[in-house]
């Protein structure tokens, strides 16, 4: 309500206050606007850098050019066949691009954009070649014709403000936080359910239809359509707004949209009186505009402009969480069980022929000197590690060739050595990322805010989360102003969330201060009292011996002993390979090869 | 120093006219400063700046001081429509002439439509609505005189190479349309981008089918590149080019490879080598005086006059229309000028004769295109076809 | 096609993938001491001959008061440290000098030198004032900055140079014939520079201390800066290197090719196409991805030159797909 009220007052009286011509400006602006939402989207959330998303544009703008114009159908239709034509090319496109990595994936969003824009001016058929498609019919609204800027502003703005909206509500939804997850934080999110590539397409295909409808509302506005608007240079000048506005923001989008749409109308008044007819400056003003804003506003103006806005205090959530999950706590027997597990790294053997078991209720630790392959085989029980040889099983189910994300490892949950969190999000919302698989809303759902009742219970369980770690009262701080020692906590809350059976830590005292490992120690003692299965790797020999049942000692990929800690500790062996032999041995063996030789 | 010049005298215009208390009458222009039609953009702007002052002058029109409003399209459709807009709703031009490039002039002739605006475009586009004149001399006309030229030299076969852009597609289309008549096919249809580094590949393309002549569809110094490397495979055929290499950079770059090349023109360029009784020698002669005073020796060029085409056909209509409409009626004075226009009838312009009507869009006709060639670096008058 | 046309298609195709490879090699050279993809790298490129070819004139272009006004915002930027700004408030000064005293000069070997020198501050000023106070910035970040710059830069290109393209006389003119092709000298020269540049590169790289400086500084900037080195100082150097690069590259080929204000912009995309299929990485791999790519244009404007680049660009594809398939990744950084 308290948004609403200003952006329904601002979007009435706007065409008011402006004289026409500056409408034509903010039309401009609001078409940019749309494009500009899925690049914050894709770009500030998932972390695809797109230069293809003009061509999108262009399918949009063209499809309902050959729908209104050369088939005379409403350009309400060829709103249908834009959305149509932009998401089919883009789950397509997508489906090939998703899946490279680091710079490919922009590389061949740029090649497509440019091999598209090429393919539109060359069919001359329906699309016209390069001069195009003429005297397109305008939008007609309740049999109004939208033809001056005005009556178009208002169906644009409508547009744009009702997409910002959906936009929201997906960013708070378990889809967005997904999507936002796979920019920092990829492993974690894989691990806790997401699907990277499928989560990537899906953001893909929706930017995508935004920059269809985009262009949709360009052919209409401008009732002439040809190719050279949406090429390789288009799409750049889209990703510059976003960045201007702020990549990772809604409100962003249009803050970026009208800065650089109204920079250019503004120019064409202020560069001749300063400099006269004779030159052109215009594009470098604009760079040193753009340079400029980059310098002092590195993150874009939006959250410039957000820091004076009045911020909401968000309410604490109450009722009832998610059901739990009760995954692989029934029956009988080991509820891990790895066997003859190995990892062969060309010639290297990582891990081999390890074997292990861990009954329901134990906290078992797994310790070795440095590069015994221990976190190799946390990988290759929690699958971000495929092995050469053995098996994984959990609570009877073969896990062995699965990835993270797989489903059959719902009620395992990990933290990693070093923390895999987002440190621009709250806590919260850090630790609603465990909550993944607790939950089913699907993209569309979140957009329309369907999934409201089910994402108030996972804020609840989240809050039971970080309660469980003593976190809850710094439930809205941001994840990276935490010290080392509570981030790891964080995680762990994260990985509560997800109502595991299995707890994996991975070093969780790493870099602690003796207080802080103690504090962890009597949480791991507490969750194992209140029936949780622990997997610990650890270097702190007195951390690990003071806690776990069990205790298997890892060396040279192989297991080396296993037994309670009393036993192991003492195990000839296990001193040898952490401390070496004694000196005087080392010696005594040496006089003995001589004697033999 | 001419920035400040154009300052002051922008201001002084403002103040002299509210002074005198005749308004100025202001020409909205849109045209390519910047992006690739730049070349072409930039002596239509100089020319627009020039005879702004020459007409005021002169006392302005009919007592009212001229303003241009000159804004840069950069090429785009969307910054023509926007500069457009700006002009027609913001600045209150009474006519617009724009712009350099087929694709904003496109979308330049829906704003005028919409707007009630005349426009003179000056660009080669096909087709016009009720609001749209065109000043340049079309494709059409100036691909005419190429085909009398193939015909006469007996060429068969014409190779085509130009490009990837709507202006590459108006060269072809348009020889294609004379192959029946003039006895020529178009045997090869190779394209290339303006910023294309190297076009040897689609050099022996056209060479492979062993064409008679070759037509290079480019404009300005890229046209350059083409030519020369035909002539570097050995190619010792007509080599046509079209009337957008008409600038002394063509000259320069192309240096000795370009010796004999045939381009269809404009008066313009060879207007001292013209015979008397050609139509519009007098007032070629001054423009070209004028510019060339201004901007230096050599740089006149057909863009630039067809800009000052463009404004001779507004100084007539604004004129004639304002002895029945009056500034102050913005919609009915710019009505009153289109009508003008169209009731415009062999007024003399540097592109040659121009003349309007309901069913004559363009200006000018085929009379007055000339044929020049390359010799020695510069342009040799060749022949016209004023018959 | 017979065997003179695949030749000359090849020799064509050979000359562009060395060009590529120039630019290529000063974008992976910079990203991977800097993280910055410098797009503005093909503006450097042409500054240099387009200055040349304006000094031939006897005329002094605008690119030298840009090289003179970036080097004095330099020198205030570092008003602090007298050391540092008063030689470079006289390099300013020395830059002007240099480009009057050449402009009425005629010799080549006094002029081409020169012409490279006055443009080079740009780009090592550039890093200073735009980069070095961003330096932890995300890349995509420090790409949008550099496409600013390169706005900036093309757009003062026009001011300076004009619209139309201009053409350096060449160092070598005629042409020898190969195997049937006539190949021209000029291009022969450009081919010696590319392999003496990627030589060059990998010795400096693998074998000096500087080049292991560097190579760290792109790895783990603190780690770096532990040891004793500057990363900045480090970026300073990529970006002189860089820019020296792409000046003498756009300095050989623009007598083949013709340079104007906006050729840069095809120049920094092909390059920056070549970069990302050699992963940003590794030197071999940038000459065999500029290969492809030229080779594969070339071709492609004999056979359908329409689609030539439709063509080039699809090819990469599968390309990008191979490249990238290995090991499991769940993304990430960008």
Redesign the interface.
């Known amino acids: 309500m308290r948004v609403f009220v200003p952006l329904a007052v601002a979007y009435l009286a706007l065409p008011a206050l402006l ?3 500056q409408m ?2 903010l039309g ?1 602006a609001l078409i940019a606007t749309m494009v500009v939402y899925g690049i914050n989207l894709i770009t500030g959330r998932a972390g695809i850098t797109s230069l293809g998303q003009a061509a999108f544009m262009g399918f949009g703008a063209y499809a309902t050019a050959i729908v209104s114009s050369r088939l005379g159908l409403s350009p309400w239709l060829g709103l249908l066949a834009a959305l149509l034509l932009a998401t089919a090319m883009a789950a397509v496109l997508g489906a090939l691009t998703v899946r490279l990595k680091g710079h490919y994936l922009p590389l061949a969003t740029l090649a497509w954009q440019v091999a598209i824009f ?1 393919l539109m ?2 069919l001359d058929g329906l699309p016209g ?4 498609l ?2 397109l019919p305008p939008i007609d609204v309740l049999g109004r014709e939208l ?1 001056s ?1 005005r009556d178009f502003y208002y169906l644009a703005a409508g547009m744009v403000l009702v997409c910002g909206w959906l936009l929201t509500n997906l960013a708070r939804s378990r889809t967005g936080r997904a999507t936002m997850a796979l920019r920092g934080d990829a492993p974690a999110a894989a691990s806790f359910g997401v699907d990277p590539a499928a989560q990537r397409l899906k953001a893909f295909v929706l930017a995508a239809a935004l920059a269809g409808v985009g262009g949709w509302l360009y052919a209409h506005f ?3 359509v ?1 190719p ?2 949406f090429d390789l240079q288009a799409s750049i000048v889209f990703l510059i707004m976003g960045v201007v506005g702020g990549i990772a923001t809604v409100p962003g989008a249009f803050v970026g949209a009208l800065l650089v749409t109204g920079l ?2 503004v120019l ?1 008044d202020v560069l001749p ?1 300063l ?6 400056y ?2 470098i003003a604009f760079g040193l505009l753009l340079l400029g804003i980059l310098h002092f506003a590195p993150q874009g103006l939006w959250p410039v402009v957000a820091r004076f806005l009045p911020r909401r205090r968000p309410s604490l959530p109450s009722g009832p969480g998610l059901p739990p999950t009760g995954a692989g706590r029934a029956g009988a027997g080991p509820l891990l069980e790895v066997e003859g597990l190995g990892k062969r790294f060309g010639g290297l053997e990582a891990v081999s022929d390890l074997s292990l078991a861990i009954a329901p209720g134990e906290i078992l630790g797994l310790i070795g000197p440095n590069g015994a392959g221990k976190t190799t085989t946390f990988n290759l029980i929690t699958g971000f590690e495929r092995p050469t040889a053995g098996a994984v099983r959990f609570g009877g189910v073969d896990l062995t060739r699965t990835r993270p994300f797989d489903d059959r490892r719902s009620g395992i949950a990990r933290t990693f050595q070093h923390p895999h969190l987002l440190l621009d999000a709250t806590l919260l919302d850090n630790v609603l990322l465990g909550t993944f698989r607790r939950t089913r809303a699907g993209m569309l759902a979140s957009l329309f805010r369907l999934d409201a009742k089910e994402e108030a219970r996972a804020r609840v369980t989240g809050m039971e989360a970080l309660r469980r770690v003593g976190l809850a009262d710094l439930a809205f701080e941001l994840a990276g102003n935490l010290p080392l020692g509570n981030q790891r906590r964080l995680e762990i809350a994260r990985a509560l969330a997800a109502d595991p059976s299995l707890l994996l830590l991975d070093e969780p005292a790493a870099g602690l201060r003796d207080a802080e490992k103690l504090e962890l120690a009597d949480l791991i003692r507490q969750l194992a009292a209140e029936g949780m299965t622990v997997l610990l790797v650890e270097h702190d020999m007195d951390l690990v011996m003071n806690l776990v049942d069990r205790v298997i000692v890892m060396n040279y990929g192989r297991k080396l002993a296993e037994g309670p800690p009393a036993v192991v500790q003492n195990d000839p062996a296990v001193v040898e390979a952490y401390l070496g032999k004694p000196a005087e041995d080392v010696h005594g063996d040496a006089e003995a090869e001589l004697a033999d030789a | 120093m ?6 002051l005298s ?1 201001l002084a215009l403002a103040v002299l006219g509210s002074a005198l208390g005749q308004e100025p009458i202001k020409i909205g222009v849109v045209i390519s ?2 992006g ?1 039609a ?2 072409l953009g ?1 002596p239509q ?1 100089n020319t627009v ?1 020039l005879w702004e002052r020459v007409i005021n002058d002169a006392g302005g029109i009919s007592g009212h001081p001229v303003e241009f409003v ?3 399209d ?1 090429t ?4 023509a ?3 457009a ?2 002009l027609v ?2 600045d209150q031009v009474v006519a617009l002439i724009g712009a350099t490039a ?2 904003p002039t ?2 330049l002739q ?1 704003v005028a439509a ?1 707007a009630g605006v005349p426009l003179l475009a000056i660009a080669p586009v096909v ?1 016009h609505n009720d609001w749209s004149f065109q000043i340049t001399r079309a494709t059409i006309d100036m691909l005419h005189a190429v085909a009398e030229h193939i015909a006469q030299q007996g060429h068969q076969r014409l190779g085509y190479i130009g490009y ?3 202006l590459g ?1 108006d060269f072809i289309n348009g020889l294609r349309a004379f192959e029946d008549e003039y006895g020529f096919e178009v045997v090869t ?14 050099v ?2 056209v060479l ?1 089918a062993q064409p008679d002549a070759v037509f290079i569809g480019a404009s ?3 046209a ?2 083409p030519h020369r490397t035909l002539v ?1 495979r050995g190619f010792a055929g007509d080599i046509y080019h079209t009337h957008a290499v008409l ?1 002394p ?1 063509f000259l320069q ?1 192309g240096e000795e490879y370009i010796e004999g090349a045939v381009v269809p023109s404009d008066p313009i360029v060879v207007i001292d080598q013209i015979g008397e009784g050609f139509p519009g020698l007098d007032v070629g002669r001054e423009y070209k005086e004028l510019y060339e005073a201004e901007y230096g020796a050599g740089t006149v060029s057909t863009q630039g006059a067809y800009a000052v085409d463009a404004v001779k056909v507004l100084e007539a209509a604004i004129a004639a229309a304002l002895e029945n409409a009056s500034p102050a009626d913005l919609g009915a004075l710019r009505t009153a000028i289109r009508d003008e226009i169209l009731a415009i009838d062999g007024l003399p312009g540097v592109t040659g004769t121009l003349s309007f009507g309901p069913d004559k869009r363009v200006g000018v006709d085929f009379s007055t295109v000339v044929l020049v060639e390359v010799r020695d670096n510069d342009w040799r008058f060749l022949r016209d076809f004023t018959e | ?1 017979d065997q003179t ?1 695949f030749l ?2 090849l020799s ?1 195709g050979v ?2 993938g060395a ?1 590529y490879a120039l630019i290529a090699v000063s974008l992976v050279l910079t990203f991977n001491v800097t993280r910055v993809i410098a797009v503005f790298v093909g503006e450097l490129a042409v500054f240099a001959p387009l200055t040349y070819a304006v000094l031939l004139t006897g005329k002094v272009p605008g690119t030298v008061w840009l090289s003179a006004a970036m080097l004095v915002l330099w020198a205030g930027l570092e008003r602090e440290r007298p050391r540092t700004a008063l030689p470079l408030l006289g390099a300013a000064g020395a830059t002007v000098g240099l480009a009057y005293l050449t402009a009425s000069a005629t010799s080549p070997w006094l002029l081409w030198p020169a012409a490279v020198l006055l443009v080079l501050p740009i780009g090592a000023a550039a890093y200073r004032v735009f980069y070095q106070p961003k330096l932890s910035e995300t890349v995509l970040f420090l790409l949008i900055q550099a496409v600013g710059i390169h706005f900036v830069l093309q ?1 003062l290109g ?1 001011v300076f140079f ?6 350096p006389p060449p160092l070598l003119r005629g042409t020898i014939t190969l195997l049937g092709v ?1 190949v021209a000298r000029q291009a022969l020269l450009v081919l010696l520079f590319a392999f003496l540049v990627l030589a060059l590169l990998g010795w400096l790289f693998n074998f000096t201390v500087i080049g292991k400086a560097l190579r760290a500084s792109a790895m783990n900037r603190r780690g770096a800066m532990l040891m004793g080195i500057d990363p900045f100082r480090a970026g300073m150097t990529a970006f002189l290197l860089t820019s020296l690069v792409a000046g003498v590259a756009g300095m050989l ?1 623009a007598p ?3 340079v ?1 204000y ?2 840069g ?3 920094g995309i092909k390059g920056f196409v070549v970069a990302i299929l050699a992963g940003f990485a590794s030197y071999p791999l940038v000459i065999a991805g500029a290969l492809f790519m030229a080779l594969v244009e ?6 359908a ?2 689609y ?2 439709v063509l080039v660009f699809a090819l990469i594809l599968p390309v990008l797909f191979w490249r990238s398939v290995a090991t499991l990744d769940l993304g990430g950084d960008e």
């Open positions: 004289p026409p011509f034509t400006v401009f090429i001016g060359n070649g390069r001069t195009g003429r005297n033809t800027s401008l009732r002439f040809n050279a608007p250019e109308d064409r009186a400099f006269g007819r004779g030159g052109n215009e594009i | 001419r920035k400040l010049l154009a300052l922008t400063e910047t690739p730049a070349a930039i702007k700046v000159v804004y840069d950069a785009s459709p969307d910054q429509v926007q500069a807009r700006r709703e913001q087929i694709p496109l979308s829906q919409e087709e990837d852009d709507a597609d249809d190779e394209r290339f981008a303006r910023t294309d580094t190297s076009v040897a590949g689609q022996l393309r492979s300005g110094t890229v350059t590149i570097e600038n950079g770059l | 096609m046309v000359f298609l064509d000359i562009s060009i757009g026009l004009g619209p139309e393209q201009l053409r006539p080929v083949i090719t013709n104007a906006y050729s912009f095809s120049l070339s071709f492609s404007a004999f056979y030159s329409a030539r680049e």
